[in-house]
């Protein structure tokens, strides 16, 4: 006599893959509406992807360390930042560069950075040595856009090539 299986058992996953659910359209295909196609389209021209938890997050533990985490706009300039330099550079961050790119870092460049990533790490802050590293090229970008030939960018190359 062959062993039967339960088949009234449901799996604990079923319905919760993408790829495994159960269509609850009919089987005959349609034909996108235009609005569909292009909104598809427009979104497979993108060349950045914006991540579903890139926010940086608090632990538990450390609750009580963090009181803000983003400048607000009301926030009075500090240095030569304004409010939008900042949101300019936190949205730029926050989208995932698809370009791949290779630096050349010191040993003590590389140590400083993971010393930096570490203490955010302790405080509560989700971040990484490729994050600080964009943080930095997007503020020297806007700095360079603003100010040209007075912009750190531009006196430290006339600096290194004197």
Do not use: C
Not at 2 to 27: C, H, M, R, Y
Not at 72 to 81: C, H, M, R, V
Not at 100 to 122: C, G, M, P, S
């Amino acid at each position: 006599m062959k062993k039967q299986l339960p088949t009234a058992i449901a799996n604990e996953l079923a319905g919760s893959s993408v790829f495994f659910q159960k269509s609850t359209q009919p089987d005959s295909p349609q034909e996108p509406s235009p609005a569909e196609s292009r909104q598809n389209e427009q979104s497979n021209d993108n060349a950045t992807v914006i991540p579903r938890h890139h926010d940086t997050t608090r632990s538990r533990k450390n609750e009580g360390k963090i009181e803000n985490k983003r400048p607000s706009e009301q926030e009075a300039t500090s240095g030569d930042t304004t409010a939008a330099t900042w949101e300019t550079i936190r949205k730029s961050v926050k989208q995932i560069g698809k370009e791949a790119a290779t630096h050349r870092f010191t040993t003590h460049e590389k140590n400083v950075l993971a010393d930096i990533v570490y203490t955010y790490t302790r405080q509560g802050y989700r971040t990484s040595e490729n994050e600080i590293t964009r943080i930095a090229v997007n503020w020297l970008i806007l700095d360079y856009q603003e100010r040209r030939a007075q912009s750190v960018l531009a006196r430290m190359l006339e600096v290194l090539h004197k």
